[in-house]
């Protein structure tokens, strides 16, 4: 999928205006990922760079319930720029006071979820991809949810259930109608999940027939690979999801390279261990030590890929339960390499594949 430089006809990356005083100065935007993007990935983004984050996807009963661990996903960043708070459910009512909540606690625009593939979610709920099967309910949603509040209502979807059902571009148009801003479609099927490779081709159909702006969303790796998207897209905008997996920072590199053409060095391996620290630090202090410790297992091994003897660091920093002994590890298997002046390679396509199956 990624072309060398001198292949690709380098498209334009402007801003997107969603009304209501919401502009997207940059449409390099971090992509929802339950279990990755909880707020401190998100500050961690956008502080590097990303030009909009959006919350995991959150359940709408779940919000008005107000249950404690769901207020808390829905904490926006902080950081200034814009940030979004994701939800799904299958309710008109539910979602339109889920969204007054969030809006409530400092969201710059709601995201409509129609594209979550999961059994619990598409099945289970009825919502997610489900509501690509049911256009009636999704227009209700879409509608309810644009009417209960007073800034931007983007959506979120696929290409539709299956091959057989490929609707994106008529939601698309029910969701123009609705009131929609925005819609980021992943190029794939529920029925395919995150296997295959995703179609940006198939996202142009989508973009040629609505005039609000869509973003390209799927197998977005390297600034070859977003400059591809949006070019075979004709998208507004691309968002990232499992490219910025230990690569927090990756969403600046492809924004400077699709405005310039220059791709951008990776910070040098005493600044990503600077950034991996704070990270870690900070779902430290989100979430606990002990939680935090666990869910941040995850974040360093991405990190660390590709470092010379990154294998027994991970297998060793995961056995660990204590944060003292684990940040003692990071600084024994970082300064090192540091000293020496060894550079992480930026990791393959399919060194990130690899990593998400892990």
Known sequence: MGKCRSQITQPALGTIDLGKGVVIDTPVILAPMSGVTDLPFRRTAKQLGAGMVVSEMIASWA??????????????DGCGGISAVQLAGCDPSAMAEAARIAVDKGADLVDINFGCPVKKVAVGQAAGSALMRDETTAAA??????RSVPVPVTLKMRMGWDHANLNAPRLARIAQDCGIRMITVHGRTRQ?????????????EVSEA???PVIANGDILTEDDAAEALRRSAAAGIMIGRGCYGRPWFPAQAAHFLRTGVR????SLERQKT???????????QFGTHAGVRLARKHVSWYSRGLPGSAEFRATMNRLPDATAV?????????????RGIGRLVPSQGDILEADAA
């Open 192 to 204: 395919q999940f995150y296997t295959g490779t995703a179609d940006w081709d198939f996202i142009r």
């Open 275 to 285: 950034i991996l620290l704070d990270h870690y630090r900070a779902l430290l202090s």
């Open 63 to 76: 919000m008005i319930r107000e249950n404690r661990k769901t207020l808390d996903m829905a904490e926006v």
């Open 141 to 146: 949603i879409l509608d309810a949810t644009v």
């Open 264 to 267: 951008l060095a990776e910070p």
């Open 327 to 339: 940040l003692q590890l990071i600084d024994r298997f970082y300064d090192p390499l540091i000293a």
């Open 210 to 212: 609505v005039d609000i």
